[in-house]
């Protein structure tokens, strides 16, 4: 078991990450009370036939967060530790994120408590279907559409697609996004997340002054988003000495081949004994000395207790919440660059913006053209983050997160109370 594991509670943390922000913004307290909490939550429960035969059943989750800037948009996760509080902490974070990319989705998320690692194809399959079936009532198109999270992906996505549209009598792509390709997915989503990631680094270098081709890198968390990120990085010439998965580190201080890296785990599944790399504890992969560190894994991996051992100048939070408020304060005063995650990793959820837009218009674009609008997307919002961070002389993630909520707030105002 890894130490860095999740404990804490996300959603406490997203609390008091908006009222930090909704403070300095000055926000009044009618406002306050129509965006803080989630609109709508629903939890199911999912029975599904075992492959021994017996019934076993499943607790599953959608939240809905803010639908004010438009239909509710986040993932879908799969996870032994999801709790009704991870997602609504998620859900929230996703509207500040759509907000702060400026694209018209508010925020949701879904999770179901599950060790899909255990689990068979078929038993994943038939617990996505009637998870599905139970969240019905919430999703589509044009109200609440999921993608995929830890633990899920494009199959996932075809599942839910396929589900929904026969409930519905015809094919409707744009309930899910994170799809495969054949069935309406975009070019460039799968790496979308980790892209982000790496243009938002790249912003971060170029404003501290750091050549990308010279700098170390470490990886916590070598999935989805950080393999993508990394791989990005590789090819701008940075040398990723660390990564790191739920089974164990490695470590390289010439840098790890992380093609071949991608490759194995690929293969294997771990990223454990990669050849040419030494095996590191999590706890000395966070304290390796580098220029950026990218947590790309769970919330809550950088606390209070580890955030002194950090060397690192840029923190890329890669990952949905990886630092405590208590670590955001010990990493801010030993003058670390953070990019906040609601900043950081919102290239995914672009991304699923740019295929909803497809989905809706039948009519797809080449990856180039989904790579330069993301690029644009990110660079802009990275812009604002920063001028915030410089004109009010705050913490980047408070930044990010006015920035964000300011944008609710205005949508909020102007839309007024119904009834
Ligand atoms: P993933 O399942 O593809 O990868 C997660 C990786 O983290 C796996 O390799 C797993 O082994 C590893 N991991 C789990 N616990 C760990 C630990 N304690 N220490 C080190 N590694 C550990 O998931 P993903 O989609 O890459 O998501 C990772 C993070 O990025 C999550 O916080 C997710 O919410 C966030 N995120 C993902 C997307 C996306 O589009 N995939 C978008 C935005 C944010």
């Known amino acids: 078991m890894l130490t860095t594991a999740v404990t804490g509670n996300a959603y406490d943390v997203a609390l008091e990450n908006f009222d930090t922000?909704?403070?300095?913004?000055?926000?009044?307290?009618?406002?306050?009370?129509?965006?803080?909490?989630?609109?709508?939550?629903?939890?199911?429960?999912?029975?599904?036939?075992?492959?021994?035969?017996?019934?076993?059943?499943?607790?599953?989750?959608?939240?809905?967060?803010?639908?004010?800037?438009?239909p509710a948009k986040g993932g879908i996760r799969f996870h032994p530790q999801v709790t009704?509080?991870?997602?609504?902490?998620?859900?929230?974070?996703?509207?500040?994120?759509c907000a702060v990319v400026n694209i018209p989705?508010?925020?949701?998320?879904?999770?179901?408590?599950?060790?899909?690692k255990r689990m068979s194809?078929?038993?994943?399959?038939?617990?996505?279907?009637?998870?599905?079936?139970?969240?019905?009532?919430?999703?589509?198109p044009e109200r609440d559409i999921p993608a995929p999270d830890v633990y899920t992906n494009s199959q996932t996505m075809a599942w839910i697609m396929d589900t929904f549209s026969m409930t519905k009598g015809y094919p409707i792509p744009g309930v899910v996004t994170g799809k495969p390709i054949s069935l309406g997915g975009s070019l460039g989503r799968s790496e979308a997340t980790g892209r982000g990631v790496f243009y938002t680094i790249q912003?971060?270098?170029?404003?501290?002054?750091?050549?990308?081709?010279?700098?170390?890198?470490?990886?916590?968390?070598?999935?989805?988003?950080?393999?993508?990120?990394?791989?990005?990085?590789?090819?701008?010439?940075?040398k990723v000495i660390a990564v790191s998965d739920s089974t164990g580190c490695v470590y390289n201080q010439n840098g790890l081949k992380i093609p071949e890296l991608?490759?194995?785990?690929?293969?294997?599944?771990?990223?454990?004994?990669?050849?040419?790399?030494?095996?590191?504890?999590?706890?000395?992969?966070?304290?390796l000395k580098c220029d950026i560190l990218v947590p790309a894994a769970l919330e809550n991996t950088i606390r209070g207790d580890n955030a002194r051992t950090l060397n690192a100048r840029i923190v890329a939070e890669a990952a949905n919440g990886p630092l405590t408020p208590a670590a955001d304060r010990i990493l801010e005063a030993n003058d670390v660059f953070i990019i906040p995650d609601i900043l950081c990793n919102a290239g995914g959820v672009t991304v699923s913006y740019f295929e909803w837009v497809q989905d809706e218009?039948?009519?797809?674009?080449?990856?180039?053209?989904?790579?330069?609008?993301?690029?644009?997307?990110?660079?802009?919002?990275?812009?604002?983050?920063?001028?915030?961070?410089?004109?009010?002389?705050?913490?980047?993630?408070?930044?990010?997160?006015?920035?964000?909520?300011g944008r609710v707030a205005e949508a909020v105002r102007l839309r007024s109370i119904y009834p």
Not at 105 to 116: E, H, M, N
Not at 123 to 140: D, F, N, Q
Not at 373 to 392: A, Y
């Open 21 to 70: 922000a909704a403070d300095v913004l000055n926000l009044e307290n009618d406002v306050r009370e129509m965006i803080k909490y989630p609109e709508r939550i629903l939890t199911v429960t999912i029975p599904v036939r075992m492959d021994d035969g017996h019934i076993h059943r499943f607790e599953g989750h959608r939240v809905q967060h803010s639908m004010v800037r438009g």
């Open 84 to 97: 009704l509080d991870e997602v609504k902490a998620l859900a929230t974070w996703m509207t500040w994120k």
């Open 105 to 116: 989705f508010g925020g949701a998320k879904g999770g179901i408590t599950c060790d899909p």
């Open 121 to 140: 194809l078929g038993e994943i399959e038939r617990m996505t279907r009637r998870y599905t079936s139970a969240i019905l009532p919430l999703i589509g």
């Open 203 to 238: 912003s971060a270098c170029e404003h501290l002054g750091i050549q990308l081709k010279e700098a170390t890198v470490v990886v916590q968390g070598f999935g989805n988003a950080g393999s993508v990120a990394a791989q990005l990085l590789y090819e701008a010439g940075a």
């Open 262 to 287: 991608i490759h194995m785990k690929g293969l294997v599944g771990h990223v454990r004994d990669f050849p040419e790399s030494e095996s590191i504890t999590p706890e000395q992969l966070l304290a």
């Open 361 to 405: 218009q039948h009519l797809f674009w080449d990856a180039q053209d989904v790579y330069n609008r993301l690029e644009r997307v990110m660079r802009t919002s990275f812009k604002d983050v920063l001028r915030i961070h410089e004109e009010r002389n705050v913490p980047m993630r408070i930044a990010a997160n006015m920035l964000g909520i």
